[in-house]
């Protein structure tokens, strides 16, 4: 399934100026720090250059200008962000299917609008009123709602499922399992019975957002769900009715966001990380993995623990733990010079 | 996707008398306490009178009697508890497809029972023996195992998968990716190796219950895993073999319950709690967010923490941990006095 | 669906020598401590002997030259554990289905082979080169992609997603809402934003492996995912991409395996723990529920709390948090103490 180039046959594609070994063999991308042999990473300004000499990757793009290790392979270029990007995608795997167009064996409604060159595969399901962007591919099982938008260039593996009304962006990737636009969980009690509260509302996915396996979106109990441009949220996470999250967060798997929290941008939730409802995430905060969030974050600040704290306060805190056992001893030692102290006395 | 009304039409419907602007668009319900503009909402009894002037709500559903200020919209009403079901389910969406029926694209097996008024959508399994109720509708992809019982009313997201076996009450939801009556996890060490215990047990699900998206519910190793009458069950919920819930709980979203736990009935499970096994929850317990629930609860506590205690216990544990710092810093200066006394003395 | 058998006729069946009573009904199985009335146990070897007047068991299978209490129901056997295993066997229930062959409605893509005797039910998806061993069972709504090898004996439930090129060995079961080889979560910043790393790597599931339903096993960014063989997954356990188990560990619900994480063997991983990606959990370790794992576990070492610490340790410091309290009281009180002396010295 791997894909191998020469450092040459990168540049040609890319273009730049080639330093070093054209047949330097290319298997895959990595950043600069974590690269191993085989990989090719970048270098985006000359801030980091002291990480070139260091690196392990096989070849490096780089902007004019920079002094190259003679040992090291590079790739000069005007704009070493946008080439990596273009090489990012050479390696890219194609979709695990060889079978273009509309299956004859997917229930397309009526009024459905479909783009340019669509991958509809089997068993595909795509209910009346909905519209599927050029050159989106849905894979067998998946099923899309009533008056669902989905974008361009947008991949739903197999058994997705996207309920009525979503609006779904532009090269959008939804792994198999997940579910968007379930009913929010809402009741009111009556009479010592749960009353559902109708979930009327809807999710919207932005452009660019990518959305691991078997997580959970729901949809909003009124007004919108939004997952913003860019995000891209991990296996297992929970997004419940009316949460907002800003462009370029990162959630990571397990991750649960209760009802109408606000997550700002380029925020991090590490792993398990749980967060109580109607709270707001400031841009830019990093939350640790298994924290439990209880109250707002702002902006740039790294919580963790249960309920969250400013990480460097929870650290200590726990490290402090560690030395109750001592204290208990001394506080016991103290206690009984002190007596011998006032038995001395007269 | 939303319905608007004018209170005077919710009125007709419902019954009761106007008081205030028959022309207020309503446009969804809430709890008197979360509700806004354009919503509406209900006061039970006289007890809770004092929360009537506060409310943003549009207007209030409220028993006769009760002196309701001037410039709130009421609908008095003999019953307003009845009342509000009825008008919350005004609100409620349609089911998002417009297909009724039974697809000829769903495989049904020999013997399967249908009721009146199913809906059958496009690429449903339901192996031999089952039988489904009244008006029960199951979206694309969903499986039902041999002989499983659905009730009346039901609705079954895309993607749901019902194990065989499985008996379903009446008025039940359950959302997409669910999987009902998967095997109880269970092994007996064998020479190093970990053999199989067969999972010969079903579950039941009861009337009026609810389960969110991508959540799993074990059948028995042997008799039942029960989810009891009303209750209501998040997204991502993990419930083991032979866990028994009571009626009218509420377990939210990546909750993990382990084998043959029982916990009462109105009992609340905050999200991301994890309950060991073989233990009992008392009736109205609550155990709060990430806990991790390692004994017996008893009826109407409060718990958290891990292992959970008394969530006042909790809280105090954990504020004391703040101040373990300051703490060893006073404990040294004491020690150094003690010494200094000691000193001084001859 | 359940099974029930005298002793005799297991003895029949199993071979040994039947002690007690032979018309003694048996209806499941369960290790020799969990044993109720109606179930049959075993007894591998001399050193349990003393369990054995304990249990409530209703038959045990012993081996040779074994002293049995004459009230106990008996089958000596020259391999009690073999034996047990096969007894396990007899009361497995059968495939929910009656439906054997392959399905008209299964789609089979080009150059698919499958072996002697496969179950392929309605509305299954294979995708061109893949294969499918002897006597392996797919349900409704599995699919299987590209270039994928599913081995024999296997079962995949409802539901079940395996993504191109995985590999999969013999008697492997995947339950329902499971996905296999969805892409891994990794990123790398360029410009602010998150550029995708193609995940080019596979899934490898060894034979006698068990995972429960809606978990979620990422494929290798570059290389093996691995899942090593006769270890036992449960219900919504997160594994991404590049981990490595080992053989017979156990993984309980709702547990989180960060990227390239390494698991020996024998481990067993308690319920909704979470490891950080690239470090090794060592052979017959333990990781307790809930437990946040942050560096290396040597071989049978027990670990838990967040960050995880020698259980001992662990247990400790929780415990010693319910003292501060009343040591905050103590120093207070010493302080007094103290004062009052210095104010007696001249």
Redesign the interface.
Known sequence: ???QKTLQQICDIVGGTLLGDPDCPI?????IDEAEKGQIS?L?NRKYARLLPQTRASAVIVPPELEVPAEINALVHENP?MA??KV?AL???PL????NGISE?A?I?ESVRLGKDVGI???V?I??GASIGDRTHL???V?V???TQIGSDCVL???V?V???TIIGDRV?I?????IG??G?G??P???????????G?VCIED?V?I?????I?RA??GRTVIGR?T?I???V?V?HNVKVGE?S?I???V?I?GSTEIGR?VILA??A?L?GHIKIGDGARVT??A?VTKNVPPGAIVG???ARPLD?ER???A??????Q??R??EE??Q??RA??E??P
């Open positions: 399934m791997s894909v298997v895959s991308v990595a950043s970048f985006a962000s990596f990007v990012t390696f890219s795997p695990s299917t060889a079978r064996k229930c409604g595969e089997d068993y399901v209910a009346e894979f067998p099982f099923y709602g009533k008056d593996y197999p058994n499922t309920r009525e009304g990737i792994h198999s399992g997940t579910v379930a009913d969980f009741y009111i009556v009479d010592g019975r749960h009353v559902k509260i109708p979930q009327t809807i660019d990518e691991g396996a078997n997580a959970t729901d109990r009124f860019g891209k991990d296996n297992l929970m419940a370029n990162i990571i798997a397990q649960g209760s380029d792993g398990q749980g109580v993995a298994q439990g623990g249960t309920p306060q200590k805190a726990v402090a733990t560690y030395r109750i056992p204290l208990l001394e506080v103290l206690r010079k002190v102290l006032e001395r006395l």
